[in-house]
């Protein structure tokens, strides 16, 4: 479970506290607007520079399941030789602050993450907080001369708006940007673009994906902390909310927030990046001009979000991409390579798969010059070699696994998806815009 922090300066956030604190004195609703506005800091002239034999100084901003299971394995490659420390953990929730900090040996424990932006001993953070806190938090990391490294998806679905600007601010900080998608660091997917630009299967013309699993994001997935959890001091409630709309504490939204379709976007955002990504990638598609979709809940009805969601995008050059998936059943139905179902891209001269350690070419009926054949992939994948890519990056300045133009391109097309599915009919990209129009 990723953990909750905002962005926000602290007059803003103490008076609208005051404000909240006001009216849901007056109403069970909550309906006050929150501060839809993320703390701007000031951006730092520049940052440390690293020599051959320097520690690189990491953070991370999120101390639930997802921002410790990062943060071991920033440990273990130190532990390995990199030369890594960790160097500062924050959280909004101060029992997981102290126990991430105690586990981790750090001294430095920010309840703030503009207090822990500010540490000079930082040079590179991750963020593994709710979906709709991710934005601000980059922004307001590149402007302060980190380096990130952000858990997917890189902003809430509603944020459309916020993506871009999170993406232009990435672009001119000149900072290395990482999506936590890990599964882009599959050698497999690397050699495949290769073939795909040498033209092995001619023009791409579909590419197919899935993601399949169980799991209901409620009482098993994401386990409430504590039930007797109240704001105050050791829980910011305020911070939680962010841009969200305002509403009472409610220990279930925040102890399981991907529940909750303010905070989350069920699979479509949450886990379709894993798989969308690396198609999009491959086949060097950009940015959809079209995407439909549909879904629900088919089996998990405490929920708000959907466990179900298919979509079909179109892309410049005449190329549709499917993706399907569900939570409520984990057979991939083709052969899997992490995390779910194998895509499968098909040209005019024919196809690749995936099976086991292989890339599997197979030629259309009218093509005799390709031969079918099995191309090693050249490894298999290792969760930590995403990190150890990104900790690389911040020495070397060269373009991480998975870059922020990558990243825009992929949640554009998730954010599209779920704009369709809300309102029931297609969404169109306008390129001269950058805007959803549905």
Same mark, same amino acid.
């Given at each position: 479970?990723?953990?909750?922090?905002?962005?926000?300066?602290?007059?803003?956030?103490?008076?609208?506290?005051?404000?909240?604190?006001?009216?849901?004195?007056?109403?069970?609703?909550?309906?006050?607007?929150?501060?839809?506005?993320?703390?701007?800091?000031?951006?730092?002239?520049?940052?440390?520079?690293?020599?051959?034999?320097?520690?690189?100084?990491?953070?991370?901003?999120?101390?639930?399941?997802?921002?410790?299971?990062?943060?071991?394995?920033?440990?273990?490659?130190?532990?390995?030789?990199?030369?890594?420390?960790?160097?500062?953990?924050?959280?909004?929730?101060?029992?997981?602050?102290?126990?991430?900090?105690?586990?981790?040996?750090?001294?430095?424990?920010?309840?703030?993450?503009?207090?822990?932006?500010?540490?000079?001993?930082?040079?590179?953070?991750?963020?593994?907080?709710?979906?709709?806190?991710?934005?601000?938090?980059?922004?307001?990391?590149?402007?302060?001369?980190?380096?990130?490294?952000?858990?997917?998806?890189?902003?809430?679905?509603?944020?459309?708006?916020?993506?871009?600007?999170?993406?232009?601010?990435?672009?001119?900080?000149?900072?290395?940007?990482?999506?936590?998608?890990?599964?882009?660091?599959?050698?497999?997917?690397?050699?495949?673009?290769?073939?795909?630009?040498?033209?092995?299967?001619?023009?791409?013309?579909?590419?197919?994906?899935?993601?399949?699993?169980?799991?209901?994001?409620?009482?098993?997935?994401?386990?409430?902390?504590?039930?007797?959890?109240?704001?105050?001091?050791?829980?910011?409630?305020?911070?939680?909310?962010?841009?969200?709309? %305002?509403?009472?504490?409610?220990?279930?939204?925040?102890?399981?927030?991907?529940?909750?379709?303010?905070?989350?976007?069920?699979?479509?955002?949450? *886990?379709?990046?894993?798989?969308?990504?690396?198609?999009?990638?491959?086949?060097? *598609?950009?940015?959809?001009?079209?995407?439909?979709?549909?879904?629900?809940?088919?089996?998990?009805?405490?929920?708000?979000?959907?466990?179900?969601?298919?979509?079909?995008?179109?892309?410049?050059?005449?190329?549709?991409?499917?993706?399907?998936?569900?939570?409520?059943?984990?057979? %991939?139905? $083709?052969?899997?390579?992490? %995390?779910?179902?194998?895509?499968?891209?098909?040209?005019?001269?024919?196809?690749?798969?995936?099976?086991?350690?292989?890339?599997?070419?197979?030629?259309?009926?009218?093509?005799?010059?390709?031969?079918?054949?099995?191309?090693?992939?050249?490894?298999?994948?290792?969760?930590?070699?995403?990190?150890?890519?990104?900790?690389?990056?911040?020495?070397?300045?060269?373009?991480?696994?998975?870059?922020?133009?990558?990243?825009?391109?992929?949640?554009?097309? *998730?954010?599209?998806?779920?704009?369709?599915?809300?309102?029931?009919?297609? $969404?169109?990209?306008?390129?001269?815009?950058?805007?959803?129009?549905?």
């Amino acid at each position: 479970m990723k953990t909750p922090t905002t962005c926000g300066d602290h007059v803003r956030r103490v008076s609208a506290a005051r404000t909240r604190r006001r009216f849901l004195s007056q109403t069970a609703a909550g309906a006050v607007a929150a501060a839809g506005a993320w703390q701007v800091l000031p951006r730092k002239a520049s940052a440390r520079v690293l020599g051959a034999n320097d520690r690189l100084g990491f953070a991370m901003i999120g101390c639930g399941g997802e921002g410790n299971y990062l943060l071991g394995l920033v440990q273990s490659l130190r532990d390995a030789g990199t030369a890594v420390e960790i160097v500062a953990v924050c959280d909004i929730y101060r029992p997981r602050l102290t126990r991430t900090a105690s586990r981790f040996g750090v001294k430095a424990a920010y309840s703030r993450h503009q207090d822990l932006l500010q540490d000079p001993a930082v040079d590179a953070v991750g963020i593994a907080t709710p979906d709709h806190i991710h934005g601000g938090q980059v922004i307001d990391a590149v402007r302060a001369g980190k380096d990130v490294y952000c858990e997917k998806p890189v902003t809430h679905w509603r944020q459309i708006d916020l993506t871009r600007r999170m993406t232009e601010e990435v672009r001119k900080s000149g900072r290395v940007f990482q999506l936590g998608t890990q599964y882009m660091s599959d050698p497999a997917w690397h050699k495949a673009r290769e073939l795909i630009v040498e033209g092995l299967i001619g023009r791409v013309v579909h590419v197919e994906c899935g993601f399949f699993r169980v799991g209901d994001w409620g009482e098993r997935g994401m386990p409430i902390d504590d039930p007797d959890a109240r704001p105050g001091p050791d829980l910011d409630w305020e911070a939680f909310l962010g841009d969200a709309p %305002p509403r009472p504490f409610d220990a279930s939204r925040f102890f399981r927030w991907r529940m909750y379709e303010d905070y989350s976007g069920g699979p479509v955002t949450d *886990l379709y990046p894993h798989a969308v990504t690396q198609a999009v990638y491959m086949a060097g *598609l950009g940015i959809p001009e079209l995407v439909t979709a549909t879904g629900g809940k088919l089996r998990y009805q405490e929920r708000e979000v959907p466990d179900t969601f298919h979509l079909l995008a179109d892309y410049p050059g005449q190329v549709t991409l499917s993706m399907v998936g569900t939570q409520a059943n984990d057979h %991939p139905g $083709a052969p899997a390579r992490a %995390p779910s179902r194998a895509p499968v891209i098909r040209g005019w001269d024919g196809t690749i798969t995936f099976e086991g350690s292989d890339i599997v070419f197979t030629p259309g009926p009218d093509v005799k010059d390709r031969p079918a054949r099995r191309i090693p992939a050249g490894g298999d994948f290792d969760h930590a070699a995403h990190m150890a890519d990104f900790l690389a990056c911040c020495r070397t300045r060269k373009t991480p696994s998975c870059p922020i133009d990558l990243t825009f391109q992929v949640q554009t097309a *998730l954010q599209m998806a779920v704009q369709a599915w809300r309102a029931g009919r297609a $969404a169109r990209f306008d390129p001269a815009s950058g805007k959803i129009v549905v």
